[in-house]
C-alpha cells in the first residue's frame, strides 16, 4: 500500500506543491502548525532515515534550507524556522514516508511541540505554496 504522500507524488490526492523533482518535492503541510510549514519528502518512498541513502538526505536537507530562505523572504514576519524529522512511530512518525517539516516561527507564535496543526482551507495552502514556489524558483535560478 503506498503511502499517502507517494499518493500525492502520484497526483492521486491533491497538495499544493512549492517543489517537485525527480529525486525530492515539497508541498505545505495539510494541518500546519502555522501558516507556511511544509514537508520535504524524497519522491522514492522510504519510511526510516536509517535507509535513506546519504545523498538522497542531502538533497532533501538542501531544499528544506532553500525553502526556509524563501518563506523568510515572501513572509518578514517570520524570523525563525524549526525543522524536525520524527523517525519511527515512537519519535511521532505518522506517515511512514520520512519527511523533513520546515516550520516557520513568528516572534510570539506561543506554539509548543506534540500538538496538531489547525485544518486549513486548500485556498489558502495553494496560497502560500505559490508565494513560496515563485520566491524558491528565483533562487534555485540564480
Ligand atoms: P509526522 O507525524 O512527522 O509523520 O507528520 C505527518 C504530517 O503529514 C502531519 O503534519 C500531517 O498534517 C501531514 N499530512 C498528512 N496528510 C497530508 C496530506 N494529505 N497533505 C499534506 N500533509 C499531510
Partial sequence: MPSIFTRILRNELPASFVHRDEVVAAFLDIQPLTPGH??????????????????????????????????????????????LLCDGPDAGQEVPHIHLHVIPRRKGDGLRFGGKGSKTERADLDDWASRIETCLKDRMAK
Fill in 38 to 83: 511544509t514537508l520535504v519528502v524524497p519522491v522514492r518512498e522510504i519510511a526510516s532515515l536509517s535507509d535513506l541513502p546519504p545523498e538522497i538526505l542531502a538533497r532533501v536537507t538542501a531544499l528544506g534550507q532553500e525553502i526556509g530562505l524563501a518563506i523568510r523572504a515572501v513572509d518578514p514576519s517570520v524570523t525563525g524556522i524549526n525543522w
